[in-house]
């Protein structure tokens, strides 16, 4: 996958929620996944703009812990739900969550 910048994902994002083309189709066209797309359009509805802008952040134990935490109490565990996709936009990570603890 090439890299996306901010201008084309904010575009791919809006071209969907317009509604007049699905994820799948606004995916092929940007060569990139469906579900890359929808994790956008999460963190657009969150954060707006400011989702797009590239963060370089290491987590603390605590921190991943807490997320854990979070994700178990609310049932956002499993992939095929979506809710993954929330706790990392809510919790304020920009890429997949994979918590590994040292």
């Known amino acids: 996958m090439a890299k996306i910048s ?8 809006q071209r ?28 657009n509805k969150y954060n707006g703009v400011e989702a797009f802008v590239r963060r370089y952040t290491n987590y603390t134990k605590a921190f991943k812990l807490d997320v854990f935490n979070y994700m178990i109490e609310h049932g956002n565990y499993d992939y095929d739900t979506g809710n993954l996709k929330e706790t990392e936009v809510l919790v304020g990570m920009t890429n997949e969550i994979n918590i590994y603890l040292k």
Do not use: C, F, M
């Open 6 to 13: 901010a201008e084309e994902k904010l575009a791919a994002v």
């Open 16 to 43: 969907y929620v317009n509604g007049k083309e699905s994820s799948r189709t606004v995916a092929e066209d940007i060569g990139v996944s469906h579900r890359y797309l929808l994790t956008w359009v999460i963190q």
